[in-house]
């Protein structure tokens, strides 16, 4: 299918990047011209010839795996997980793997299916594009994310069928490094430093029908009316007529509004910047300045007026554009081909002082505009608070996980509108507006995950899954070769019946507080391992030797009795009255040592 050919051309080159191909330390410096620290690799052109050579992964590295598409497919099944669990948290995804005492959230699912180094080393080496092949980067600085770019937007625009409203504006994707040229800087944006990105979003539901990424100098289409041309046609709608197209006043232009009308057939509604000076644009573009200080005293607040445009399209006949001002708390300006008439709405206004909100008159263009005018401010808000990003410095993987977030918002709009009592039942949990997102972002997630290990993992002649046959990403079985305790009920592992024990907590659960220590240890069951007590004596007693060395000694460990379950520690009768909860000592304290 395209998602396993995509897979595996996307496998294929981080495994060439990090494993095969051949690299050389190389000393960076900074603007001032002073040495970097750190040095860099770079590619080695000539290998034959350079004894210090070595690939960027060094063998026997935490976590260094061979790449597959069933391992890449895993590795986005977490991070997809990790969107629905600590979306827009602003996390580091080592969570996934901590303990909940230090604040993380120890995941069954997770830990069974990749260990953390192993996750680490995937987020490292991702890569799509095999640098020495571009030799005209000039041309294309895109190259990087050419492959994923393409396959994204080709399906987002094939997948849902937009309402008639449509919005257009700016997103940016948080970057501040140096390893390109087109950063911009937008500061009225909640992320003020990074790569641009031209929208063009349903006004209804959110949904990225097209997107283009703004490259700097070498961007192709440099006017306004390019722009929004360009965004119709990769959202597949130029043939379509009868949309009608939101507008920040960046492109709101005479030329756009007229554009649009005649060589697609849409009309459209734009707020203009209303200045004292001459307008940047051409001055059939808008008939009024800014009024002055003294004339906006005597003019109440509601006060509007509007001026009407006609003009001919050889294809389509006569059409009009208005103008329309009017004085809220500022004044206010639109530029619009739609709402062309001299009708009024009510529109409500908070005052200072009082209690009830005041009615002013507006024209009828305001209730379009504030109707419909959000659709790329619900997507951006989706991506902060599901965000699927990773923190990277690579600009590349900062726009994979952008489009990454778009394609997880995308899913959760067609299954809120696909999901009913006769079509996919099992999909209605997902329309809940408490927790709807968040499940699916996790089911999916959990499901990648185990469509991976089930692909890769072959089981035996009696059909059951042996330890020896797993693949080479996975981590190592708990006890009689099974994993982690997990209750989802939805992963691989609780199909297939191979978790140890009972499992505590929901799989799209976030850490809650623990209860606090009890004074009294409670008794064991059942003997446990190397604990805490014991491990700093033994250490005191002998230090300088690894732990691993000191736990072969007869003597040094005893066997623990009693423990603390919210501190996670057990400790022998030596021990126990000297023993204090990790909430009553310091980190220097010895308090083994009685």
Known sequence: SDLWSLLARISAEPERYACKEYA?????????????????????????????????????????????????????????????????GRQSPDVL????????????????????????????YLHFCDNAAWVSRKENLLYKVEIVLQKIMGNLNTSWSPGENLSIDEAMIKYKGWAI?????????????????????????????????????????????????????????????????????????????????????????????????????????FPW?????????????????RATQSFTSRSRGGHSAQATMRKDRKVVGWLHSLAVNGNTVVAKRRIKGKKRAKEFSAPEVQKEYAKSFRGVDISDQDGAFWGVSLRSSRWHLRVFFWMLEKVAHAAYIIVCNAATDACQPCLKPCKSRSSGRKKLACRPGAALASHAIERSWEKGEDGKCHDENKPEWMPKAQANGKYWPCGCGICFFCK??????????????????????????????????????????????????????????????????????TCEEWVCKDHRACYKHKGERSEEEEWWRG
């Open 97 to 124: 793997w901590m303990a909940k005492d230090s604040g993380g959230l120890r995941m069954p699912m997770v830990m069974s299916t990749m260990p953390k180094n192993c996750f680490k080393f995937a987020r490292r």
């Open 24 to 88: 050389v330390e190389a000393q960076m410096k900074d603007r001032g011209g002073s040495a970097k620290a750190k040095k860099a690799l770079l590619s080695c052109k000539d290998p034959e010839s350079t004894p210090a050579k070595r690939c960027r992964a060094k063998k026997g590295a935490p976590g260094q795996r061979h790449f597959s598409p069933r391992y890449v497919l895993a590795f986005l099944g977490i991070c997809i997980c990790f969107s629905g669990v600590m979306g827009g």
């Open 181 to 285: 040229t087109f950063v911009q800087y937008l500061p009225r944006k909640p992320a003020k430093h990074g790569i641009k990105v031209f929208c063009i979003c349903c006004a209804a539901t959110g949904y990225l029908v097209a997107f283009d990424i703004y490259t700097g100098d070498a961007y192709p289409h440099g006017s306004t009316w390019k722009i929004v041309q360009n965004l119709i046609i990769l959202s597949g709608l130029a043939a379509a007529v009868g949309y009608r197209l939101f507008m920040g006043n960046y492109y709101t232009t005479m030329g756009v509004i007229r554009g649009l009308y005649e060589h697609f057939g849409w009309v459209a509604a734009g707020t203009m910047v209303i200045r004292k000076k001459k307008q940047r644009y051409l001055g059939s573009d």
């Open 496 to 565: 297939n019946k191979l978790t140890c024990g009972i499992a505590h907590g929901k799989l799209y659960s976030r850490p809650k507080q623990l209860p606090p220590c009890n004074p009294v240890l409670r008794k064991l069951g059942e003997a446990y391992s190397w604990r805490a007590a014991c491990t700093k004596a033994a250490q005191a007693e002998r230090p300088g030797v690894a732990l691993d060395d000191l736990r072969k000694v007869k003597g040094l460990a005893r066997r623990p009795n009693a423990g603390c379950a």
């Open 289 to 305: 300045r800014k009024l002055s200080a003294a004339a906006l005293q005597r003019v109440d607040r509601g006060f509007w007026r």
